[in-house]
Every structure is written in C-alpha cells, then in structure tokens.
C-alpha cells in the first residue's frame, strides 16, 4: 500500500520569488488573502519524478483550491476528482500592523513559528489543523486499504502534518522530494 502527499505546482504568485521583498504584516496578510485562490504559472513544467510518483495511483484526493485541481491536471489525473476541503491548505496566521516592513521570508517564518504554538489570528488555528489532518491521514488510509496506490495533491504544511498522522497509524516515510512546488511524500504500509 502506498500514499503519495504531493504539493501543487508553482502559483502566479510564487513565494519564493517574494522572499526578500520589504512587507508590513499587513501586506503579507494580503498576500496570504490573494494567495488561496491562485491560478498555476503556466510557464513551468512537472518534474519527471512527479508524474512517475503519480502515476500508478488511480484513488485520487485533491485540496478545493484551484491550485491544486489545476495540478491535477497537469498531472493527466482524473478531471472529475473532487476537491476536499479537508486537504484545503492552512491559512497562515498574521498580524494587521502597517509596521514594521521586513522582508516576507522574515515574516513568513514568524508568522509559522508563532503558529505552531499557538496563535491563529486572522488564519487557522493548530489544533483544527491537527484534526483535520487526522482525518485527512483517516481517509487515505482507508482508501489505499481498498486500492494500492493513493495521490493527495495538497499544500505543504497540510501535506507534512498528514504523514505525521500516517506514522501515528503505522505508515513510513520512504521518499521524500522535499518541500518546494510539485514535490511529494511517499508512505507506505507493509
């Protein structure tokens, strides 16, 4: 049995491109706003890696974001798979102030960490995230009970919370790309 938590292909508004550009907490937050429903960049192309990752898997589960479903896409998965608001991406926290302006990827880091212990202001907060990743890692699993191979085109965060619930329920980590656009987890069971 297998599961493959895949991040979603690289959006019109690319976060590493932003990363030392100067924000106040409050133009993040807007960006974080604009990000949720971004088209993909049409000038890229799906890693190799990926699409073989992806392809013996015919249970497909995908975010509600349109980032995602587009990914599927270019994937060549199924066009009627359904996303699920349950592997829609964490909203990140953020403050409202106009100051002070630091870079994005300052902010951004901050505004995780912070998250992780607890604050929740204007996004989600850790312990429905923790749920919802619980049962995202429920539903996987019983879908690679019924099939061999099941994809998850997801976000990142939600992605790595996802496979430490896998663990949790006896799943391994065997591969990993990392945590940049189109790349995967690959869990297994035996």
Same mark, same amino acid.
């Given at each position: ?5 895949? =991040?979603? #292909? =690289? ?5 590493? +491109?932003?990363? $030392? @550009? %100067?924000?106040?907490?409050?133009? +993040?937050?807007?960006?974080?706003? !604009? ?10 192309? +799906? ?11 015919? +249970? ?9 479903? *587009?990914?599927?896409?270019?994937? $060549?998965?199924?066009?009627?798979? %359904?996303?699920?608001?349950?592997? %829609? ?13 630091? &870079? ?9 960490? *912070?998250?992780?212990? #607890? ?11 923790? &749920? =919802?990743?619980?049962?995202?890692? !429920? ?7 019924? !099939?061999?191979?099941?994809?998850? @085109? ?37």
């Amino acid at each position: 049995m297998k599961i493959i938590l895949m =991040r979603h #292909g =690289r959006p019109v508004i690319d976060l590493e +491109v932003m990363k $030392n @550009l %100067r924000k106040s907490p409050a133009e +993040v937050g807007q960006m974080v706003d !604009d990000y949720l429903d971004v088209e993909l960049d049409k000038i890229q192309n +799906v890693p190799e890696i990926s699409l073989q990752a992806a392809k013996p898997c015919n +249970v497909v589960f995908s975010s509600d974001l349109r980032r995602a479903l *587009t990914s599927l896409e270019w994937l $060549n998965k199924p066009s009627n798979t %359904r996303g699920d608001a349950c592997f %829609r991406e964490i909203r990140m926290p953020y403050l409202t102030w106009s100051n002070p302006k630091l &870079r994005f990827n300052i902010w951004h880091i901050l505004f995780w960490l *912070t998250w992780f212990i #607890g604050f929740a202001r204007n996004g989600d907060s850790i312990k429905p995230a923790r &749920r =919802r990743a619980a049962q995202g890692a !429920d539903i996987l699993a019983g879908a690679a009970l019924q !099939d061999e191979a099941v994809l998850l @085109l997801g976000h990142a965060i939600l992605n790595w919370l996802i496979a430490t619930e896998l663990k949790k329920l006896g799943w391994r980590r065997v591969r990993s790309t990392g945590y940049s656009y189109w790349s995967f987890i690959e869990m297994e069971k035996f």
